[in-house]
DNA sequence: TTGTATGCGTTATCAG
DNA sequence: CTGATAACGCATACAA
């Protein structure tokens, strides 16, 4: 790979010369300009953005933390963040942590040494004071860790209470709510915190079943809802926290010749692509994930250039009416 | 951050000492060491990876250029990218192509800019020159660009002519072929080549049907495969080449009311998560996902370290039957 | 308009 | 066993 100094050399003029004209500041004659610009084509010089990072103390590289890209709504959402990050004049390093806190940890390590920029954290297995400690930009998709760090979420008690109420307005008697482990301290808990709310308002027989730690592990759903059907045959309405829970929850009526909508309804959440992919169609509350993800990469940018930013984000979701409710 | 002056200035010895029990290189008393320690772990110090990389001339970042992360196959790939190449202390730089030539010509650049140690490649959009001329370490999916730079791809021809032969022997009459831009020069399109060849053999009347050439672009998908059912409503089998196209064309068989497996015959391939997932459950061609995106890291780590690679790595496909045909 | 010298944080060479 | 010092590739302050 060439360097500034081979180009230096082949257009007869010296390292500052060439770095002016790569970055445009003070004058230059346009003869040498040529010259180097000639140069640099010549050599397909390519300037290194290691050593401008060293030099201006900053990557332009963002880290993003996630359970596993390879859960659609993280594929998503990855997709949308990686290029609004690129637009931006930004990177994405990946990292899945697989929900593992020693993986996690190892991750928020590895991301500083390596001068991130910012660090967008969709993965929530740590304490707080392991994530307020970092000093760097910092934003967390759906978990508030401290008043100082910024998160982003959708509205979800307003999420659970539209699917709990659709549910109940279209005469489900006894309903079920499937979600991701409540000991993590997530806002998505709000889901069943309106889930019990409006149960017990309107005086429906509801339970609740949650995923072990690894909650975007999408091998222990099948199970975890056969034995949801099994000890409790008269369920006639659920209320999943995810569409991929929905979809599995879908696959196990089937298994249990209960139909759909008529002998129970599902609601599933995020508005996946897959969630209009699957038949029956997935009933569900949509978040607005390119927004989320276009935010996570504005609001880490602002934090580095010392802008204020909001420290509650939440969408607004809407209830997206298909086939199994 | 603290640097390794401030640990040097606080541990009463020069960076030069500290910079070796860092890398635990020459002697050091046991005594200084200690010291070294002590003020490390009083700083929290974090060596600066960028320097390093800067020094080494490595930055143990790899490049990960895929049309787009949110399609499930690539954000199964990407997942299994990323695990093993943690585990072998390299990091990943994702790339969104969204299969646009300019931007993932903008990607290479940026990438070789970032001195990245090499790239993988699952976007192939531009011509074979462009890719020769880059000077890195490369492996590519699906795609034979050159015969020193190693491709990895699942057994195409085999798996095209598996799931061509099922159809057939499963006694469909006339048989479509949904497959990506065949102008693309992937070897995906031997699935294609495999499906002719045993639909001619076996004298099957068929058919085909391309996406342009955004071929990971779902949304044209239901479009495509409603237009083949209305202009042939008498097509009893369908062999996609991917199991999101073979979910939309459950989808789009709903609509015709046309029943599975009965009416009509439906073999994907990929085999990703949502394969099993949805009902009716995709008969499908399996790729090895996970042995796939071990064995791209391990070629691109070895490219680094000067050992030799095999060129050609095609993983053996396997049939997998379940509802749809 | 262009060049010289210095520093970004680290590692390696060579003395001591 | 430890310390100066140069170098990695680039960008800026200051001179000329």
Redesign the interface.
């Known amino acids: 790979?060439a360097t500034i100094k081979d180009v230096a050399q082949k257009a007869g003029v010296t390292v500052t010369t060439v770095s002016r004209v790569l970055n445009n500041r003070g004058y230059i004659s346009d003869a040498t300009r040529q010259k180097v610009y000639k140069a640099m084509e010549e050599l397909d010089y390519?300037?290194?953005?290691?050593?401008r990072?060293?030099y201006r103390r900053k990557?332009n590289?963002i880290g993003?933390i996630i359970p596993?890209?390879?859960?659609?709504f993280f594929?998503?959402l990855?997709?949308y963040i990686?290029?609004y990050a690129?637009n931006y004049g930004y990177?994405?390093?990946?990292?899945?942590s697989?929900l593992d806190r020693t993986k996690e940890r190892e991750y928020i390590?590895?991301l500083?040494?390596?001068?991130v920029d910012g660090i967008i954290m969709g993965s929530h297995t740590l304490e707080v004071d392991e994530y307020i400690n970092l000093?760097l930009p910092i934003v967390t998709f759906d978990r508030c860790i401290s008043d100082n760090i910024p998160y982003i979420s959708s509205d979800n008690y307003q999420g659970g209470k539209l699917a709990t109420n659709l549910l109940i307005d279209k005469g489900c008697k006894k309903i079920a709510h499937i979600c991701g482990n409540l000991k993590l301290n997530l806002l998505a808990n709000k889901r069943y915190k309106a889930f019990i709310d409006m149960a017990v308002d309107r005086n429906i027989e509801h339970i609740t079943v949650q995923t072990d730690i690894k909650v975007f592990d999408?091998n222990q759903y099948e199970k975890l809802i056969y034995n949801l059907f099994k000890d409790h045959p008269d369920i006639d309405g659920i209320f999943a926290s995810s569409d991929?829970m929905a979809?599995?929850a879908?696959?196990v009526c089937?298994q249990f010749n209960k139909n759909i909508p008529d002998d129970i309804k599902i609601v599933g959440y995020d508005d996946v692509?897959?969630a209009s992919?699957?038949?029956p169609?997935i009933t569900t509350i949509r978040q607005p994930i390119e927004e989320m993800g276009k935010l996570a990469i504005e609001l880490i940018i602002k934090q580095i250039n010392d802008e204020k930013v909001l420290m509650e984000n939440i969408f607004p979701v809407t209830l997206v009416e298909r086939y199994t409710a």
């Open positions: 790979m390519q300037p290194n953005e290691i050593a990072s060293l990557s590289i993003l596993t890209v390879s859960h659609p594929g998503e990855s997709n990686e290029y690129y990177k994405i390093l990946l990292c899945n697989q390590d590895m500083k040494r390596h001068q000093n999408i991929i979809a599995y879908i696959k089937s692509k897959i992919l699957v038949i169609q």
